[in-house]
């Protein structure tokens, strides 16, 4: 069992688990051992600033193709979710955890973490797409 849950099902085997844990931190936990000031600054505040002006450039940026729009509110999505979580609870809870026999493991991760995740992967390639079609126009 991985340090800190609380609860453990094995969903398809040990591939896929479902594991409560609570998490303080960020990403995997880091951050969730600094003093209460820093956290609240660093996970709490930085994080609702940054929220706050994505949702500013994309109401302001009338440009912004679909993908990247996309992208764009599935990180606004999970931030909220996350930043919500942390306002009302004090922490998230995470409880998905994926390991394929040694070629590709997970750290514990929830619904949020995965929207953000997919959002910066469509931005991604957005802005690949973006720039093959202004080479082309060049």
Known sequence: MIKGGKGQINVIQDYFQLIWVENKGAFLGMGSDMNPTLRLIFLLVLPT??????????????????????????????????????????????????NLGGIFRTGIFNVADMSVTAGMILLLFSGIFSNKKKEKIA
């Open 49 to 98: 600033l940054v929220l706050v002006y994505v949702l500013y450039y994309i109401l302001k940026t009338k440009e912004l193709d679909r993908l990247s729009l996309i992208a764009f509110c599935c990180i606004v999505g999970g931030g909220v979710a996350n930043v919500f979580d942390r306002i009302v609870f004090g922490q998230v809870t995470d409880f998905f955890y994926i």
